[in-house]
């Protein structure tokens, strides 16, 4: 899901990720309604994330990464298998089929739950640093949780 396509996400951005606009933006989420399913607590990822710039990646990516064990015990091989797979939540926004601006926010914990929100802003580039509240629709999900009726929104902070 992390492909370069992504535009930057701050005013005045040209249509290709510029790290050196947008690093001072930082991005707030809201997740809820996720609930207990194969694993618990579930219910532990409803909560309110703070998704700073992420300095490693090579284009315009807000991420934040859960610590080992924040969420499920460790060493249980369904919930938290031991591989190398990253327990992240990150926005961004990418250019589909290049002409349409997509808000996308996902949760992906281990590759055992995974969940993708999106809000599309139609051909119009979108002022990312004016987000406010933005309701993203769920848009897919698997894994461990259900998060059949899980609600997201990004804010600029």
């Given at each position: 899901?992390?492909?370069p396509?992504?535009?930057?996400c701050a005013t005045n951005c040209s249509s290709f990720c510029d790290?050196?606009?947008?690093t001072s933006t930082v991005f707030?989420?809201?997740?809820?309604?996720?609930?207990?399913?194969?694993?618990?607590?579930?219910?532990?990822?409803?909560?309110?994330?703070?998704?700073?710039?992420?300095t490693i990646a090579p284009f315009c990516l807000y991420r934040y990464s859960f610590a080992p064990n924040q969420i499920f015990p460790a060493g249980d091989p369904?919930?938290?298998?031991?591989?190398?797979?990253?327990?992240?939540?990150y926005f961004q926004v990418i250019l589909r089929g290049g002409t349409n601006y997509i808000s996308q926010?996902?949760?992906?914990?281990?590759?055992?739950?995974?969940?993708?929100?999106?809000?599309d802003h139609g051909?119009?580039?979108?002022?990312?640093s004016a987000f406010?509240?933005?309701?993203?629709t769920l848009i897919s999900q698997s894994g461990v949780c259900d998060a059949s009726a899980a609600t997201a929104s990004i804010s600029a902070v």
């Open positions: 899901m992390l492909f396509s992504c535009i930057c790290p050196a606009i947008s707030q989420a809201v997740i809820g309604g996720i609930a207990d399913a194969t694993c618990t607590p579930c219910t532990a990822f409803n909560n309110t994330y703070v998704l700073p710039y992420d369904t919930c938290d298998p031991p591989n190398l797979q990253a327990r992240q939540i926010l996902v949760l992906d914990y281990r590759a055992v739950f995974l969940v993708t929100w999106e809000y051909t119009s580039k979108p002022d990312c406010s509240s933005l309701s993203l």
